[in-house]
T-cell receptor
Framework: DVKVTQSSRYLVKRTGEKVFLECVQD?????MFWYRQDPGLGLRLIYF???????EKGDIPEGYSVSREKKERFSLILESASTNQTSMYLC??????????????FGQGTRLTVV | AQSVTQPDIHITVSEGASLELRCNYS??????LFWYVQSPGQGLQLLLK??????LVQGIKGFEAEFKRSQSSFNLRKPSVHWSDAAEYFC??????????FGTGTRLQVFP
């Protein structure tokens, strides 16, 4: 059974903290993505990666960075958490190639609250 | 810029009734089109996808969707809704890269 695993389901952090959200996939997928999901806004792409040590900005990268040191792991980093980063964060992965040819597999999400 | 519009934020139907969720996209060519479902507390699961060919595609859980090029639409349908279909539904497009662009979602509520 294919799987994308996010390390935490729920996180509560304080303003100004550095926050790490971890995502691991066991499908040997090349592409990995981080989205945030907010009511009424759907899913918005933060960053994505096509390969190890490669990253591309999505639509809302401000305040975030990412790390991909190994193929199976893609980390989202909030350098200095702020309350407007309170959200649901979803990780996804796909095989290489046009994403239209493949299915995106999603983790269960991490609900982050910044207080 | 590519975009996806789901005009209905919230839909309520009775169990056994038919369902249609609307999706319109904005893109110069025909993109790849998807419908995903998110059950409460879960990640997203692919319901169906359209690449080319037959404009009526069948998916899992009894869902189908029809691509209409003239209307730039990809509406999701189900002839008879079950209570377990209550969830949030997202339409998505993949223009020509390895990115998925999502709509804002439609929350479906099912009454017994």
């Amino acid at each position: 059974d294919v799987k994308v695993t996010q390390s935490s389901r729920y996180l509560v952090k304080r303003t100004g903290e550095k926050v790490f959200l971890e995502c691991v996939q066991d499908m040997d997928h090349e592409n990995m993505f981080w989205y945030r999901q907010d009511p009424g806004l759907g899913l918005r792409l933060i960053y994505f990666s096509y390969d190890v040590k490669m990253k591309e900005k999505g639509d809302i990268p401000e305040g975030y960075s990412v790390s991909r040191e190994k193929k199976e792991r893609f980390s989202l980093i909030l350098e200095s958490a702020s309350t407007n980063q309170t959200s649901m964060y979803l990780c996804a992965s796909t095989m290489q190639g046009a994403v239209g040819n493949t299915e995106a597999f999603f983790g269960q999400g991490t609900r982050l609250t910044v207080v | 810029a590519q975009s996806v519009t789901q005009p209905d934020i919230h839909i309520t139907v009775s169990e056994g009734a038919s369902l249609e969720l609307r999706c319109n996209y904005s893109y110069g060519a025909t993109p790849y089109l998807f419908w995903y479902v998110q059950s409460p507390g879960q990640g997203l699961q692919l319901l169906l996808k359209y690449f080319s060919g037959d404009t009526l595609v069948q998916g899992i859980k009894g869902f189908e969707a029809e691509f209409k090029r003239s209307q730039s639409s990809f509406n999701l349908r189900k002839p008879s809704v079950h209570w377990s279909d209550a969830a949030e539904y997202f339409c998505a497009v993949a223009p020509n890269t390895d990115k998925l662009i999502f709509g804002t979602g439609t929350r479906l509520q099912v009454f017994p």
